[in-house]
């Protein structure tokens, strides 16, 4: 089991993730600039083995749900003394349950966990996991979204990238995620490239037109207009704030 101890002051924001298939790691996050910036040191994935764990204690990693019903249960006997090894004192990160029973991940919340020292992630599998683990670390649950999917891998995967994106120089142009989705509160406008014409279909004229100040104002619209289509929940939400 690969063990990494924080060191606050030196490194870089690290994502540790407990999980029952490390082999999933680092997929999507290895490639493009999220891959390429883990390569560089930018920041670090740290895999945890739950099923290593339970192997070395002589232990299974799940048990049958309490109460009865269907599908295992991640043990907390298990995952805990895990957390221990990793969560040194100094370690002010946070300790992430994926759960669809959990608060749903937004934007805000990348911004806020990238600005830290990173995130500590327990993916769970089967039917989830003990409520004793979130109960025992004030671990925080997160939900990526009202659906069931069958790990919390491809949910802490979602978080890990939405929260290293934000990292000072992993993307390539800095002001690329200025104008992005949910950055004003709006989705972004629609967004064209070559060739100038495709069928029936054109870029719209305004964008070919060098006038900086009608573009902008055109993408403005767009954006209210997909928001107001697409999210009403956001545009409500946008027309309350300031
Ligand atoms: N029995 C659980 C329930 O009804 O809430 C669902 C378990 S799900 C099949 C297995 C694991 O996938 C969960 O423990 C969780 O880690 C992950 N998962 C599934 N959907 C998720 C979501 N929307 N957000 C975050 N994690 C999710």
């Known amino acids: 089991m690969s063990v990494k101890k924080i060191d606050k002051e030196n490194d870089s924001w690290t994502a540790s ?42 232990l299974r990693a799940d048990g049958p749900p309490a109460g009865g019903g269907p599908g295992m249960i991640l043990r907390a006997d298990v995952i805990l003394p895990i957390i ?6 100094a370690d002010r990160r946070p300790i992430m349950v994926m759960t669809p029973r959990g608060k749903v991940f937004n934007q805000l919340d990348a911004k806020k966990y ?30 990526i979204g009202d659906m069931v999917l069958s790990s919390g891998d491809i949910a802490a995967s979602l978080v890990i990238d939405s929260c290293v994106r934000l990292i000072d120089g992993v993307m390539g142009k800095k002001e690329s995620s200025f104008e992005e989705s949910f950055e004003n509160g709006l989705l972004e406008y629609p967004q064209y490239t ?11 004229e305004i964008l070919l037109s060098g006038n900086h100040e009608k573009i902008k104002k055109w993408r403005i619209e767009k954006s209210i207009n997909t928001t107001k289509n697409n999210r009403p929940d956001l545009w409500r939400k946008y027309l309350k704030s300031d």
């Open 194 to 204: 070559l060739p100038r014409s495709y069928g029936e279909h054109e870029i719209p």
């Open 17 to 58: 993730v407990l999980t029952v298939t490390p082999e999933v790691f680092p997929g999507t996050l290895g490639v493009s600039n999220a891959g390429k910036s883990l390569k560089d040191g930018l920041w670090n994935l740290d895999i945890h083995d739950i099923k290593e764990y339970a192997n070395i204690e002589n």
């Open 114 to 143: 990238s600005s830290g020292a990173g995130v500590i992630i327990i993916c769970g599998r089967y039917e989830g996991i003990d409520q004793r683990v979130v109960d025992s670390v004030g671990a925080l649950e997160v939900s």
């Open 84 to 89: 221990d090894i990793i969560k040194t004192k």
